[in-house]
């Protein structure tokens, strides 16, 4: 994995930000191998094609566009009640995966950061497109130390879309350009630049594009 030279694990914003927004799945645990298998499920329970690649495009997406994309690759369309079939489908089977998430699954360095930050003043936040983000960080035990939570219960509204960061910034009265957000998704860092937030890459410099900064986990933070 390529990490832009920039980086070095300095991130000289988010000392001196008011609120880090996290982005759930990607950056404080990897869900994304449960995504890829309940949606795989439910592609072979109707004949459809869905590879680990097209996976990649589901990153940080609604749960509905998911669906959408995997019907675009198989160039198939179907009826708004089977689509909704489908995602139910899909979630029940993501569900189960996700009842076995434990305080071990956390990635590497995200706990530290959390607290580290909270002891110092930082206010911090999830920004997810996920519904399941409360369930899944109630497995984690990590609920209390978010400020704000943030997720597509909240808002319809989908990242590109910068609501899911707005939001809570709004909500603590802090202004965009003194908030930081780390995301591992296109769509993400699109939101974060949309709002004018400092944009942290978790991932590859060539694959996502315009964040500010790169690395490859959390742990990876000079603090
Ligand atoms: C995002 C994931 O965090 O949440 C996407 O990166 C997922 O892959 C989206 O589709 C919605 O998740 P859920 O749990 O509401 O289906
Ligand atoms: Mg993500």
């Not at 998430?101 to 956390?106: G, N, R, T």
């Not at 860092?189 to 060539?206: E, N, P, Q, Y």
């Not at 694959?207 to 742990?219: D, R, S, V």
Request: proline share 3%; glycine share 6%.
């Amino acid at each position: 994995m390529e990490i832009n030279k920039q980086t070095n694990g300095l991130v000289p914003e988010l000392l001196a930000c008011k609120l880090a927004i996290f982005d759930l799945d990607g950056v404080i645990v990897d869900t994304a191998h449960y995504h890829f298998l309940a949606w795989q499920q439910m592609a072979e329970s109707i004949g459809l094609n869905f590879t680990k690649q097209d996976n990649e495009r589901l990153k940080g997406v609604s749960r509905s566009r998911s669906l959408d994309i995997i019907l675009e690759i198989n160039n198939t369309q179907l009826t708004a009640q089977k689509k909704e079939e489908l995602q139910e489908q899909k979630n029940n089977r993501y569900i189960q995966y996700i009842k076995t998430i434990q305080p071990q699954d956390i990635l590497p360095g995200a706990k530290e950061l959390l607290v580290y930050l909270r002891s110092v003043g930082i206010k911090t936040a999830i920004g997810s497109a996920s519904k399941n983000a409360p369930m899944v960080l109630d497995g984690l035990g990590i609920t209390h130390l978010f400020d704000e939570i943030v997720d597509g219960n909240t808002t319809q509204r989908a990242k590109p879309d910068p609501a899911v960061f707005t939001i809570s910034a709004d909500r603590l009265k802090i202004p965009y350009n003194q908030c930081i957000v780390f995301e591992d998704a296109q769509a993400g860092i699109d939101a974060a630049l949309a709002a004018k937030m400092t944009a942290v890459a978790i991932g590859d410099s060539t694959i996502l594009q315009g964040a500010k900064y790169y690395l490859t986990t959390l742990a990876q933070i000079k603090l």
